[in-house]
Nanobody, 132 residues
């Protein structure tokens, strides 16, 4: 059974940091693009970051560039989102999602884009709250 499970969310003060994990089971991540998305109450889902075949094939939303880092550990079948300098506007439920890598992403290490409707498998999310 294909499953993605997020963990690592919580309550943190502005300026703080968290590391989210996305653990996969039922399939191996090495041929999948993984995206992190978030949704705040009353707002549309937003693509935050995604990673392709290796840790250099990454994409970030402008709102998180320089503060968030996505990485993958294929041996652990896990993708991480390390978040620093957190702001109240980062408060949301964070979801990870997976889809198969395209040929260009596999062969030429092209970075995937966080387009939600392209992602086939989704986790249930983890809450991140940034507040003093």
């Amino acid at each position: 059974q294909v499953q993605l499970v997020e963990s690592g969310g919580g309550l943190v003060q502005p300026g703080g940091s968290l590391r989210l994990s996305c653990a996969a089971s039922g399939f191996t991540l090495d041929r999948f693009a993984i995206g992190w998305f978030r949704q705040a109450p009353g707002k549309e889902r937003e693509g935050v970051s995604c990673i392709g075949r290796n840790n250099r094939s990454t994409t970030y939303a402008d709102s998180v560039k320089g503060r968030f880092t996505i990485s993958r550990d294929n041996a652990k079948n896990t993708v991480y989102l390390h978040m620093i300098s957190l702001k109240p506007e980062d408060t949301a439920v964070y979801y990870c999602a997976a889809r198969e890598l395209t040929a260009a992403e596999l062969l030429f290490l092209r970075s995937p884009a966080p387009v939600a409707n392209e992602y086939r498998y989704w986790g249930r999310g983890t809450q991140v709250t940034v507040s003093s």
